[in-house]
C-alpha cells in the first residue's frame, strides 16, 4: 500500500519519503467524486446528472485537496512506523505541487531524539545533602508569627497612626474625571504597609472615623495600568473606622490567635512543617547536584530545531506566568539578550536531562505503578478537608495533563534515587536556616 524510504539530513534529522499506490489515490478520489456528483448543481445539468469529466474540470483541485487530505490522515502514522523513527517534535509535511504518474509522494522532515551512551553512572561524584531543623528554626518562625500576626481593634475616636488599620470609602479623579478602577468602598488599608500609591498612605495619618479628606498623590511611571502610570490623581476620602494594631503578648497568646489551643502545639505544627521542608530541601540539593554531575559526564548534541521548540514553549509559560502576576511581558524584554540567552541555556539543560533520564529509566526499567501514583494523590490530598479529598484526587486522574506530571515527578525521583545509588557520593549535612540563607543568597 505505501513505500517508505529514509535519507539521513545529519545528526537526528531525516527525511521520510512516503509512496502511496496510484490504485489508492484513485480509489479515495474516486470516493470522493461520487459524493460529490450526487450533489453537484450546475446550469443546464440536473442534480447528480453531472459528466464526470465536466466534475473534474469544474471541482478538480478540491477533489484533489480532500483525497490528499484523506490519503494523509489514513497512512500518516503507518508511514512514520514503517520508517523505524520515533519523532521529538512534529515532522513537518512537503508535499510536491506536481505528483508522478506512479502515485502520491510526500516527504517528511522528521527530528529524533539524540541517542546518548551513558557514561557508569558509578564514575559520578558528587556531595549528597542532609537538611535538619533545630530548635533555632523553629524559634526563628515562632519570632516572625509574633511580629507579622496582628490584629486590629476600632477605638472611637482613635487618630490614625502609621500601623494603625483605617476603613476608607474613596473615589479617584484625573482632570476633573472618575476613572475606572478608583473607587473603593470599606477598604482595610494598613498605614505604612505600602499597599496604596505612593503617598496616599502618608496623607491619612492623623485622621479619625468620620473625616472626610482629599488625597493627593501621583501614579509611578512604571504603573502596571498604563493608562494611568504617570498621571496626578485627586481621591475623595472618607474614613469610616481606624483600629490599633494588637500584637501577640506571648507565644500561648500568639497560638490563640491562630486558631491553637497553646504554644506547645503551635511549635510542634512548626517542627512538622520546617521538617516537611527540610526533607524537600534536602532532595532539592541532591537533585541539582546529581543533574549537574550527570550533565558534566554525558555529552548530549540537540538538534537546532528542538532547542528552538522548547525555547518557543518555555518563552510562552514566561510570558504566561508573568500575565497571572499582573505583569506585562513586553517586546523589548523578549528580545532582550541576556534573557534570550537564559532562556537558551534553560531549554538546552532541559532537553540533554530528558534525554538522559531517559537512558537511565531504560537501563535500570524504572517504572512508576498505579499503586504508588494512588499513595501520592493521597499524599496531595491531605491538604484538603476529608469530603474534598476524593473530589480533588478524581479531578487529578480525570486531566490528563495533571496525571502525567505526577507520573513524571514520581518516576524523577526514582532516577535520582537510582543514580545516588549507583555513584561515589558525600553526605554533607545543613541547618534548614543555612540552606534558607543559601537560597535568599543565590
Not at 523578549?334 to 531517559?358: A, C, N, P, T, Y
Not at 545509588?421 to 540563607?437: D, V
Request: charged fraction near 30%; charge should be negative; glycine fraction near 6%.
Amino acid at each position: 500500500m505505501i513505500k517508505t524510504s529514509v535519507k539521513k539530513l545529519g545528526d537526528n534529522e531525516h527525511q521520510v519519503h512516503v509512496q502511496i499506490a496510484q490504485e489508492e489515490y484513485d480509489r479515495v478520489y474516486g470516493e470522493h467524486s461520487g459524493k460529490l456528483a450526487g450533489s453537484a448543481k450546475l446550469p443546464g445539468f440536473r442534480k447528480g446528472k453531472m459528466p464526470a469529466d465536466m466534475l473534474k474540470k469544474q471541482f478538480g483541485p478540491k477533489l484533489h485537496e480532500d483525497t490528499v487530505s484523506e490519503l494523509l490522515q489514513t497512512h500518516y502514522v503507518a508511514a512514520i512506523e514503517s520508517s523505524g523513527l520515533t519523532p521529538a517534535l512534529q515532522p513537518e509535511l512537503d508535499i510536491p505541487a506536481v505528483q508522478s504518474n506512479a502515485g502520491f509522494e510526500f516527504s517528511m522532515k522528521v527530528v529524533t531524539w539524540p541517542e546518548v551512551k551513558l557514561k557508569p553512572l558509578s564514575k559520578l561524584k558528587f556531595e549528597t545533602t542532609e537538611v535538619e531543623v533545630t530548635d533555632e528554626d523553629i524559634q526563628t518562625v515562632i519570632d516572625r508569627l509574633m511580629e507579622s500576626q496582628v490584629k486590629y481593634e476600632i477605638e472611637d475616636g482613635r487618630v490614625a497612626e502609621k500601623g494603625d488599620q483605617v476603613t476608607i470609602d474613596f473615589t479617584g479623579f484625573i482632570d476633573g474625571e472618575a476613572f475606572e478602577g478608583g473607587r473603593g468602598e470599606e477598604t482595610p488599608l494598613v498605614l505604612g504597609a505600602g499597599q496604596f500609591i505612593p503617598g496616599f498612605e502618608d496623607q491619612l495619618i492623623g485622621k479619625k472615623a468620620g473625616d472626610d479628606c482629599r488625597v493627593d498623590v501621583t501614579f509611578p511611571a512604571d504603573y502596571q495600568a498604563a493608562h494611568l502610570a504617570g498621571k496626578q490623581a485627586l481621591f475623595e476620602t472618607q474614613v469610616k473606622a481606624v483600629a490599633r494594631s494588637v500584637k501577640a503578648s506571648d507565644q500561648d497568646d500568639l497560638a490563640r490567635m491562630l486558631g491553637f489551643d497553646d504554644g506547645e502545639a503551635l511549635v510542634e505544627d512548626a517542627r512538622t512543617r520546617l521538617t516537611e521542608q527540610s526533607v524537600s530541601a534536602a532532595l532539592q540539593n541532591t537533585r541539582e547536584a546529581a543533574f549537574n554531575a550527570l550533565l558534566a559526564a554525558n555529552e548530549v548534541s540537540l538538534p537546532e530545531r528542538l532547542i528552538e521548540e522548547d525555547i518557543k514553549a518555555t518563552t510562552e509559560r514566561v510570558v504566561q506566568n508573568m500575565k497571572q502576576q499582573g505583569m506585562e511581558a513586553t517586546g523589548e524584554m523578549l528580545k532582550d539578550e541576556v534573557f534570550r540567552k537564559e532562556v537558551r541555556e534553560r531549554s538546552e539543560k532541559g532537553l540533554k536531562l530528558s534525554v538522559l533520564m531517559q537512558s537511565i529509566r531504560e537501563q535500570a526499567k524504572l517504572d512508576i505503578e498505579d499503586s504508588e501514583i494512588d499513595a501520592e494523590l493521597e499524599k496531595m490530598a491531605a491538604q484538603y478537608p476529608a469530603e474534598q479529598k476524593e473530589q480533588f484526587i478524581s479531578w487529578i486522574k480525570s486531566q490528563k495533563e495533571q496525571a502525567a506530571s505526577v507520573r513524571e515527578r514520581l518516576l524523577e525521583g526514582k532516577c535520582v534515587e537510582y543514580i545516588v545509588s549507583q555513584a561515589k557520593t558525600k553526605q554533607i549535612s545543613k541547618t534548614l536556616g543555612q540552606w534558607q540563607e543559601e537560597q535568599n543568597n543565590a
